[in-house]
């Protein structure tokens, strides 16, 4: 069955800190790929997606995410984190094209992100 | 920009009343989508849209049905509320072809009392 997993509920760092978030996913073939972000109250904004070619992408807010097919993961980085960047992050995967399957997406459970001053 | 809207962010209803959520995208995205979102739980997917009139349940359909009449709304319905239906609800909306995300309105917090 197809299913993401990010294995850190819960994560603190310390303004400045370098960040890496954890993706695992089981799924038959290439997936596309995606890492949102979610301020509290508030929607899901997507950060930066994975479709093909360079397995290094980056997005928005200075994230980048390394898609390593071997492991079966896509974790998120980011070299320094500013207080702002606190939030929930979300990984997810999405099919390749069937019709009526409209892409869906099927996400992790999120990790929350704290960032201490 | 996308755009995609939800008719309420809070709203409380009582146990066994109709509730109906409401989801409007301004971008003529085929697919629309609904999710609930619960602590430790990430998203879930209720019902899909991919066209109008068409749909597909999601994972967790029970207790839910939807309405696709026109192609930029998508109406979430809970024929009779229950406490375990208290969540925040997301709609999301895409192309129906090729590589693209999703985009997701700003959510409503459902209570249930």
């Known amino acids: 069955a197809q299913s993401v997993t990010q294995p850190d509920i819960h994560i603190t760092v310390s303004e400045g800190a370098s960040l890496e978030l954890r993706c695992n996913y089981s799924?038959?073939?290439?997936?596309?790929l995606f890492w949102y972000v979610q301020s509290p109250g508030q929607g899901l904004q997507l950060l930066l997606k994975?479709?093909?070619?360079?397995?290094l992408v980056q997005g928005i807010k200075g994230f980048e995410a390394e898609f390593k097919r071997s492991q079966s993961s896509f974790n998120l980085r980011k070299p320094s984190v500013h207080w702002s960047d606190a939030a929930e992050y979300f990984c997810?995967?999405?099919?390749?094209?069937?019709?009526?399957?409209?892409?869906?997406?099927?996400f992790g459970q999120g990790t929350e992100l704290s960032v201490k001053p | 920009d996308v755009k995609v809207t939800q008719s309420s962010r809070y709203l409380v209803k009582r146990t066994g009343e109709k509730v109906f959520l409401e989801c409007v995208q301004d971008?003529?995205?085929?697919?629309m989508f609904w999710y609930r979102q619960d602590p430790g739980l990430g998203l879930r997917l209720i019902y899909f849209?991919?066209?109008?009139?068409?749909?597909e349940k999601g994972d967790i359909p029970e207790g839910y049905s939807v309405s696709r009449e026109k192609k930029e709304r998508f109406s979430l319905i809970l024929e009779s509320a229950s406490t375990n239906q208290t969540s925040m609800y997301l709609c999301?909306?895409?192309?129906?072809?090729?590589?693209?995300?999703?985009?997701f309105g700003p959510g409503t917090r459902l209570t249930v009392t």
């Open positions: 994975y479709f093909s070619g360079d397995t």
């Open positions: 971008m003529d995205h085929e697919n």
């Open positions: 997810a995967v999405g099919a390749r094209m069937i019709y009526n399957q409209g892409g869906k997406l099927i």
């Open positions: 849209s991919y066209d109008v009139k068409m749909k």
């Open positions: 799924y038959g073939a290439t997936p596309y």
């Open positions: 999301a909306s895409r192309l129906k072809q090729g590589p693209y995300e999703q985009y």
